[in-house]
């Protein structure tokens, strides 16, 4: 039985906490806030109830092994059910009314003939070739990228990952290209290239830059779907930490960890911000950033950090509304004018919200999340990372708000004489409250053989030193945070 401290209580944190335990280690959480579950959370008031952080969970077989492993099915702790409604995405017209598309969910024929009907003959079809080849990427990265740890070496620079299996899968895969190119070879309508690259933008990096396997991302939603958890996702990391106590983890919040202390080569113990200290025998981090860049490593020795690519951040309109919209789907997009412009106002050298950007409004049919005859709402939309922009100045807050509410009106979905209260959720506070850099989200854009060794290693080079979440491979979202977890968990193996 090894004595393990888990640094941070994320998702990632918690997920590994759980595992470990149900593998008789003796686990103990170290949070340096009040509560677990870090970017994923809620907000409640007056009756009403919004998830911040993630809206949505795809590829659910992940957190199904993870609550069946260490205990009892996901199905008895939360109820985890698949959308009903479509997707709906909302395009600019040159002239007329703007062309809208419901994709249905988990259903690659109904999508098939929805972009038929939308863009006209052709794209339906041209958008299942794509999809063929996201699948063909998906079986091959599946193995040789997501379900294999990234280690460090000796010198603490991430190794590569295995390689595809010859010159047909790197065709495949092609880790040179990146998500627009292929878009742009494969998808002739602009519309359906937006449908594209909006799983980029999410992921907080540019299309341009991203590579090819991001089409991964769509891939994974028309063939498992998008889930959401009746009550709002943050209950699953409530049941998750609930999972956790029942396995004897001790969870500590509001206990800051200083530093890693190492004796004779290899982890000792941690060191908290009040002047304790705990002995272990393994360290895990859950951080937004390599644990020697977040100063937890001293020494001249500590190993170089992992660099995780620059993404955005994510700002969220939490809408209390009076009334309800009988017919509005769970997931509405109202994509830009120019949707390819919005990532180059994001990604500049001198980073500014798009001024016409592209938004995701999440109206959950959930009668829990409101008081009868009432709705809640979340506007989400990608600005720059708290630092380059000021997201504390209150002028920039309360104007950021009656923006969203009026692009909100001007693309079809005015609620403006609706809304009891909000509340706008920045960078700023993600970053209070997470302590990632600038409320800055690591997403998947560094995804493929290619840009594996930027993220940070699931085993470092001091031994029995290991990381998970989204800044560790294999990357951000709820689903792979999940995959990190389970990684680390076999690496370290059973006491």
Known sequence: MARIVVVGA?????????????????????????????????????????????????LPAVYRDLFLKTGAAIEDVVDLV???????????????????????????????????????????????????????????????FFEAPLLADPAGRAERLRSAGGRADLRTTAPWRSLRSLGRAHLSDPRLRAHLERFAVEAGCHPGKAPATLATLPYLEETFGVWWVRGGLHRMTEALHARCVQRKVK????????????????????????????????????LPID????????????????????????????LALRGRTPGTPHRTYLFADDPGREPDAL??????????????VLAPDDETLAPEGHSAWTV??????HGPMDWDAAAGRDGFSATVLDLLARRGLDVRDRVLWSVLRTPADLAGQTGAPGGEVPGAGADGPRNAPR?????????????????????????????????????????
């Open 251 to 286: 969870v500590r919040t509001d206990t800051a960890v200083t530093a890693i202390e190492r004796a004779g080569g290899r982890v000792s113990g941690v060191l908290f911000a009040d002047g304790g200290r705990l002995d272990a025998d393994i360290v895990i981090t859950d």
């Open 455 to 495: 993220r940070v290693p699931n085993r470092s080079a001091v031994p029995g030193l290991f990381s998970v979440g989204a800044s560790a491979h294999p990357g951000g979202g709820l689903t792979r945070v999940g995959m990190s977890a389970a990684l680390v968990a076999e690496l370290i193996g059973r006491a």
């Open 10 to 58: 994320g998702m990632g944190g918690l997920a590994v906490a759980a595992r470990l335990a149900t593998l008789r280690h003796e686990v103990t959480i170290c949070e340096r806030s009040s509560s677990t579950g870090g970017a994923s959370g809620s907000i409640v008031r007056d009756g009403f109830t919004f998830t911040t952080g993630p809206g949505l969970l795809t």
């Open 347 to 360: 990604f500049a050298d001198r980073a500014t919200p798009p001024a016409d950007p592209t938004l995701c």
């Open 291 to 318: 644990p020697g860049a977040a100063g937890l490593l001293p020494g001249p020795k500590a190993p170089a950090a992992g660099r995780v690519p620059a993404s955005s951040a994510m700002l969220e309109l939490h």
């Open 82 to 144: 698949p959308v009903t409604t479509p997707t709906r995405e909302s395009f600019a017209a040159a002239n007329g009314p703007r062309t809208v598309v419901d994709i249905p969910n988990a259903s690659r024929s109904g999508t098939h003939d929805a972009f038929e009907s939308g863009f006209g003959p052709g794209a339906g079809d041209d958008w299942q070739r794509l999809l063929h080849r996201a699948g063909e990427m998906w079986g091959i990265t599946r193995k040789t």
């Open 380 to 385: 989400q939309l990608r600005v720059p990372r």
